[in-house]
T-cell receptor, first 115, second 115 residues
Framework: NAGVMQNPRHLVRRRGQEARLRCSPMKGHSHVYWYRQLPEEGLKFMVYLQKENIIDESGMPKERFSAEFPKEGPSILRIQQVVRGDSAAYFC?????????????FGQGTRLTVV | AQSVAQPEDQVNVAEGNPLTVKCTYSVSGNPYLFWYVQYPNRGLQFLLKYITGDNLVKGSYGFEAEFNKSQTSFHLKKPSALVSDSALYFCAVRDGAGNNRKLIWGLGTSLAVNP
């Protein structure tokens, strides 16, 4: 059973371009979480999705950021018109169900660098 | 409001000595508590969790944590530290009350084990 797969591992974008980050959850997991980690900082929650539904997007910036988790295929975090401040590590985690006592499993992250 | 505090940014300990990484929390209902470890340029790995039952929880790599309800703490411990334990450690809590399943994260504690 493969773990949470994120790709690409490293992504370089020029200011103004779009960044697409992909996350394939563990097999059987239908809940996906996205986090952002800035250098020397902790994890910041961005969005929580279940298949085809956004459950909680309270951590998403109001503009330029969007996320989806379609019925088929990976979850996508999309950042439009990237700026230097978007440079960070973006982590995806998945869990099998919504139980409060369930731990989440993390991917290796995508390191976005905006030049 | 739900919150997690890791009061120490960095902990230094000599190899072979016991280590403690501190975590305190605040939730309105019963807490579900988690510890994760992050090695350089890697994702987060689950170490252990407290849901209910015995206050002393044992996890991966010889780590354990003690839940203390009166002090609202969940400190991570290991009897004898290894150099390979050097990493970033995150504490997280989920409130067992209500329908909010979002994990609340501490800012992390950097553990350095010196040979």
């Amino acid at each position: 059973n493969a773990g949470v797969m994120q790709n690409p591992r490293h992504l370089v974008r020029r200011r103004g371009q779009e960044a697409r980050l992909r996350c394939s959850p563990m097999k059987g997991h239908s809940h996906v979480y996205w986090y952002r980690q800035l250098p020397e900082e902790g994890l910041k929650f961005m969005v929580y999705l279940q298949k085809e539904n956004i459950i909680d997007e309270s951590g998403m910036p109001k503009e330029r950021f969007s996320a989806e988790f379609p019925k088929e295929g990976p979850s996508i975090l999309r950042i439009q018109q990237v700026v230097r401040g978007d440079s960070a590590a973006y982590f995806c985690a998945s869990s099998p169900f919504q139980g409060a006592n369930t731990e989440a499993f993390f991917g290796q992250g995508t390191r976005l660098t905006v030049v | 409001a739900q919150s997690v505090a890791q009061p120490e940014d960095q902990v230094n300990v000599a190899e072979g000595n016991p280590l403690t990484v501190k975590c305190t929390y605040s939730v309105s209902g019963n807490p579900y508590l988690f510890w994760y470890v992050q090695y350089p340029n890697r994702g987060l790995q689950f170490l252990l969790k407290y849901i209910t039952g015995d206050n002393l929880v044992k996890g991966s790599y010889g780590f354990e944590a003690e839940f203390n309800k009166s002090q609202t703490s969940f400190h991570l411990k290991k009897p004898s530290a290894l150099v390979s334990d050097s990493a970033l450690y995150f504490c997280a809590v989920r409130d067992g009350a209500g329908n909010n399943r979002k994990l609340i994260w501490g800012l992390g504690t950097s553990l350095a084990v010196n040979p």
